[in-house]
């Protein structure tokens, strides 16, 4: 079976359903299949193997190109030589360093044109990826990494002949973040173009039931289909740090919950008299996130715990796996409903117990595998609390980061994804002869 995936890559941090598509990407192409990743608006930045001859393939509706065609008629009929030039993948880079220097109107309008592409002043970037697919790929399946992907859907299908699916990564936080109309606008596209999609895919039972109420889909349209890891180098750590240590691993922004996060160990170690445990914070961290990262510095200065606190930006794959072997607890208080974490995964996946917010999909992923607990969201007392009650239990520690381990290896891993994967392609691919 021929697959192609068309994902968005972010350029210069690294993203969940990025990760999601290689891994996934990567195990069908290791059971047989012909597969090929198509990064959309900037290059993939992972932190682990990537698909072979994924270097090879060109950016579609590269960013710069996207944003110029939107804002000036005249790069609409630009020659071939100078969106080439413009689709670099050196200047792409450099256009994600600077993203967060976009405006909140250009987002919505520029999400307002990919939803209804066909329309839009992008059809000579639709025309380009359309013709690639049919002279290179003609692949037997499409998968769209993300619903805001779904405009694609018609054109796709009339061109390529061939089903679409499309999975659902937690669109819902940055439609409600756009400004008016554009927000209306959007979700009300999203529905519409949904309903050509041969099937929607959701990481989680959570998410997939909130999309399914939020767009007015009958119930049981989103199937799911977990998120998986490769466990290659994820390992228990022979003995628990020697300090006892809580790490969080997401990027530095407030939707993962990083406020949270700091006043709950300022919490701990002002009003719960712990005086030895230390926080340590890894992920991406891109320029508009330096503010609320100094912000928090000095928070954390101010509190007298500066030294206890440990900071780490855009490290790589062995960098955090090491990461994590070293932490006690591990935690993201993500304050949005999260349509999986992959983080939480990696973490049980090596051993580490996880205190999550009783929200979005944590509950879900908790109760599957025993790994952890869940705490009230936005609770910083009440997950300093459990933070507490953890670092002295290290019988229950122990128990579960074996049942964590135990869980992701069952349910959570590269070739579970793939499995549950499969079924859905097998049955797509067998309806469209």
């Not at 600077?98 to 329309?119: C, F, I, K, Y």
Request: proline share 6%.
């Amino acid at each position: 079976m021929k697959i192609v995936f068309l994902t968005p890559g972010t350029g210069s941090y690294y993203c969940g359903a990025c990760m999601r598509d290689n891994a996934l990407a990567r195990e069908l192409h290791r059971a047989g299949h012909d597969v090929t990743i198509a990064p959309m608006y900037l290059p993939l930045t992972l932190d682990e193997t990537t698909l072979a001859g994924a270097e090879n393939v060109p950016v579609f509706f590269g960013g710069i190109n996207v944003f110029l065609q939107q804002k000036v008629a005249l790069f609409r009929h630009t020659p071939a030589w100078m969106d080439r030039l413009f689709n670099s993948t050196r200047l792409l880079r450099w256009a994600a360093s600077h993203s967060h220097m976009t405006s909140a109107r250009t987002h919505g309008e520029m999400t307002v044109d990919m939803l209804n592409v066909e329309a839009s002043p992008l059809r000579k970037e639709l025309d380009k990826l359309l013709d690639w697919l049919s002279a290179i790929v003609q692949p037997d399946l499409i998968c769209l990494s993300n619903a805001l992907l779904a405009g694609f859907t018609p054109e796709l299908k009339r061109r390529l002949r061939a089903p679409v699916a499309l999975f659902f990564q937690g669109e819902d936080t940055f439609l409600d973040g756009l400004p008016e109309p554009y927000r209306t606008q959007c979700w009300a596209a999203l529905a519409t173009h949904l309903a050509t999609a041969d099937a929607l895919l959701a990481p989680s039972r959570h998410y997939a039931d909130f999309m399914t109420r939020r767009l007015g889909l009958a119930p049981g349209a989103i199937e799911v289909v977990a998120n998986g890891i490769f466990l290659e180098g994820y390992a228990v750590a022979d003995a628990p740090p020697a300090v006892p240590t809580i790490g969080y691993f997401a990027r530095m922004c407030r939707e993962k919950g990083i406020e949270v996060l700091v006043d709950a160990f300022i919490v701990l170690a002002r009003d719960l008299g712990d005086t030895t445990t230390r926080l340590r914070i890894a992920g991406a961290a891109t320029a508009g996130d330096q503010p609320l990262i100094g912000k928090l510095q000095k928070r954390l200065a101010d509190a007298g715990l500066a030294p206890r606190v440990e900071w780490r930006a855009n490290v790589t794959r062995e960098e955090k796996i090491s990461f994590l072997r070293s932490l006690t607890l591990f935690s993201v208080p993500t304050l949005y409903e999260e349509a999986f974490g992959l983080y939480v995964v990696e973490a049980m996946a090596c051993g580490i117990p996880v205190v999550q917010p009783a929200a979005a999909a944590f509950p879900e992923i908790i109760a599957a595998t025993g790994g952890g607990l869940c705490v009230p969201p936005n609770a910083p007392a009440a997950l300093a609390r459990a933070w507490r009650d953890l670092l002295a239990d290290a019988p229950r520690r122990t128990a579960l980061g074996h049942a964590g381990r135990l869980g992701v290896e069952k349910l959570f891993s590269a070739p579970s994804m793939s499995a549950q994967f499969g079924l859905v392609a097998a049955r797509l691919t067998r309806s469209a002869k």
